[in-house]
């Protein structure tokens, strides 16, 4: 996701602690200067970096076992991880509708777990003797950059190069504000027609990542599962970046009032220490695959499944939401991105600001908007040389900070992306006035000549 012909030189960061990046200035060691962490190394950090009970706790397990085949082995670090996980998702999904996700399958990253699950859920059919060969979406929807994940992520600029390749998927209209009545009554139409050969539903619930933090309602979300459900449709929810957390409770489907029947995690898994992806399944799924054969099988192996050291880091990191005061850290986050939320919904040049839990996202007007927006990459270099890491979405700039950041810290970002979008207006004006002159030469050149 970066054009190193045009990026510039990228920056050392030598350690880090809370939400803070120390990173090096020019070439000499030891010298460093500090930027606030504001998109949590892209979604992942979620207690700040180099919590010592995590540090602790993957120091600890590195001088044990750092890593071992995990078929027909099992270790310490993985059964207790399995028995908290499974454990935090029954006692947060406890009063919704659903079959219990009871088994855990390990990966080594988001995208891994999405592929997983598409495969369990193919699989799952397939042992039935059931023939589904359909897969729907959301539109606008992101789930990774391997060719299963980039299936069922929504078609366009991250993916264009390789659409030949990619395998068939309905894509549903994104249910935004305004148009949800018509986006369910076309997607139960779709499912009366189709309803029979489709084996599963991939989303991100409530708020699409990549696609600009885009939000939309638990009622509509919980409405679109109770449909597939009637036509015996799994329900694939990728909470890789929703889960622990973001959008204010531990798992966004929960939101919802209901339970998936396949949940993908990766991410703040492990408090961003380590990569880990989990892709947690139902009793029922499981027990497709539990035959006496081995053809039946379900096949798929990463080498690091379960790693010892991500085992470690996962369960320190569900201990620290144990321990700490983390929902009540989120919740003072979710109201100062509030606050500012007034404040810059009152810009003339702000299209929208979204709020849900950590999560603030700005989009501003621009006619070039969408990925290839011009004013990323600006606003991107401004934040950083005023010592704020942020990461636009295009013409969407966004904040997501780990939970531990400070309400200082949080000004700062707040007052520098302002600064920030001044510079992108008055940086666009004045590229307006030169376009309106070069027009202006132009015409008076060729009346010259006429």
């Known amino acids: 996701m970066t054009q190193h012909k045009t990026a510039g030189d990228a920056l050392h960061v030598e350690r880090a602690e809370g939400a803070i990046l120390h990173v090096r200035k020019g070439d000499v060691e030891g010298q460093t200067r500090p930027i606030i962490d504001g998109v949590s190394s892209w979604w992942v950090n979620t207690h700040g970096h180099c919590h010592p009970k995590i540090v602790k706790a993957v120091q600890e397990q590195a001088a044990k076992l750092e890593q071992v085949i995990f078929a027909g082995f099992t270790h310490d670090p993985a059964e207790k991880l399995t028995r908290k996980l499974i454990s935090t998702?029954?006692?947060?999904?406890?009063?919704?509708?659903?079959?219990?996700?009871?088994?855990?399958f390990y990966s080594d990253s988001g995208s891994t777990s999405i592929e997983i699950a598409l495969k369990m859920a193919i699989g799952y059919f397939a042992e039935k003797g059931e023939k589904r060969h359909r897969i729907i979406a959301l539109d606008g929807g992101y789930h990774g950059d391997t060719f299963g994940t980039m299936s069922t992520g929504s078609r366009g600029v991250f993916n264009e190069q390789f659409e030949p390749f990619l395998f068939d998927v309905k894509h549903m209209p994104f249910p935004r504000k305004g148009i949800e009545?018509?986006?369910?009554?076309?997607?139960?139409?779709?499912?009366?027609?189709?309803?029979?050969?489709?084996?599963?539903f991939v989303f991100e619930p409530l708020v699409q990542g990549a696609a600009g933090m885009r939000i939309y309602?638990?009622?509509?979300?919980?409405?679109?599962?109770?449909?597939?459900?009637?036509?015996?449709?799994?329900?694939?929810?990728?909470?890789?970046?929703?889960?622990?957390?973001?959008?204010?409770?531990?798992?966004?489907?929960?939101?919802?009032g209901f339970k998936p029947d396949l949940l993908c995690l990766s991410k703040g898994i492990t408090g961003g220490f380590l990569p880990m992806g989990a892709t947690l399944a139902t009793r029922e799924i499981y027990?497709?695959?539990?035959?006496?054969?081995?053809?039946?099988?379900?096949?798929?192996?990463?080498?690091?499944?379960?790693?010892?050291?991500?085992?470690?880091?996962?369960?320190?990191?569900?201990?620290?939401?144990?321990?700490?005061?983390?929902?009540?850290n989120i919740q003072r986050v979710c109201e100062s991105h509030r606050r500012a939320a007034g404040w810059f919904s009152a810009r003339p040049d702000v299209a929208?600001?979204?709020?849900?839990?950590?999560?603030?996202?700005?989009?501003?007007?621009?006619?070039?908007?969408?990925?290839?927006?011009?004013m990323a990459q600006p606003l991107y270099d401004f934040m950083l040389d005023n010592g704020v890491l942020l990461r636009p979405i295009g013409n969407i700039a966004y904040i997501l900070p780990p939970y531990c950041i400070k309400e200082e810290e949080l000004e700062k970002i707040y007052e520098t992306l302002w600064r920030?979008?001044?510079?992108?207006?008055?940086?666009?004006?004045?590229?307006?006035?030169?376009?309106?002159?070069?027009?202006?030469?132009e015409h008076r050149r060729y009346q010259n000549v006429a």
């Open 420 to 441: 920030g979008l001044d510079m992108v207006r008055d940086r666009g004006k004045k590229k307006a006035s030169e376009d309106d002159g070069r027009a202006a030469n």
């Open 287 to 328: 027990k497709a695959f539990y035959k006496d054969t081995k053809a039946e099988q379900f096949f798929h192996s990463t080498s690091f499944t379960a790693n010892p050291m991500a085992c470690a880091a996962a369960v320190a990191s569900l201990e620290i939401w144990e321990d700490e005061p983390v929902l009540e």
């Open 89 to 104: 998702v029954r006692t947060e999904f406890r009063r919704c509708e659903g079959s219990a996700l009871e088994f855990a």
């Open 181 to 200: 009545g018509k986006v369910l009554s076309y997607f139960n139409r779709y499912l009366k027609k189709y309803g029979s050969e489709v084996a599963a």
């Open 352 to 374: 929208e600001v979204r709020v849900k839990g950590s999560i603030f996202a700005v989009e501003v007007e621009d006619d070039n908007g969408g990925y290839l927006s011009d």
């Open 217 to 256: 309602s638990p009622a509509v979300l919980k409405k679109m599962a109770s449909m597939c459900r009637e036509h015996g449709i799994l329900l694939i929810a990728d909470e890789v970046m929703t889960g622990f957390g973001r959008t204010g409770s531990m798992f966004a489907c929960s939101k919802a």
